[in-house]
C-alpha cells in the first residue's frame, strides 16, 4: 500500500523460511506444511524486481448449464429479431413513464 509516496505493509505477515532444492532439471521450493497449501495446488511464480512472489492460481470462472432446465419449459421459447425490438417510450422528470398518445 502506498501513502503518500510512502510504501508500507497493510499487516504483518507470518514468515516462514523454505528451501530450494534440485528436482531433475529444475530447481523446487519446499514450503512448510503449516501454510496449509494442499498437494497438487497449482501456484504461479512471478519476479518483482528482485522478490518472487508466489499465489494460488485463480480457478476459472463457473458458469451454469441451463440447457436441462429449458427443455423442460416447453413455453419458453427465444424471443424473434421483431419481438427484441422495442419502440422508445418518452419519461417525465421524474423517470416515470409518460402516457402513449
Known amino acids: 500500500m502506498y501513502i503518500q509516496g510512502v510504501h508500507t505493509e497493510a499487516v504483518m505477515a507470518k514468515e516462514y523460511r523454505a528451501k ?31 522478490s518472487f512472489i508466489v499465489e494460488p492460481v485463480k480457478p476459472p470462472p463457473r458458469f451454469i448449464d441451463l440447457t436441462g432446465i429449458a427443455g423442460s419449459m416447453p413455453w419458453l421459447k427465444p424471443l424473434s429479431d421483431e419481438d427484441r425490438i422495442m419502440e422508445p417510450r418518452d419519461l417525465d422528470w421524474e423517470g416515470k413513464l409518460l402516457p402513449r398518445d
Open 20 to 50: 530450494v532444492f534440485k528436482s531433475g532439471n529444475s530447481v523446487a521450493l519446499r514450503l512448510p506444511k503449516a501454510l496449509g497449501i494442499p498437494e497438487g495446488a497449482e501456484m504461479t511464480v512471478r519476479e518483482d524486481r528482485g
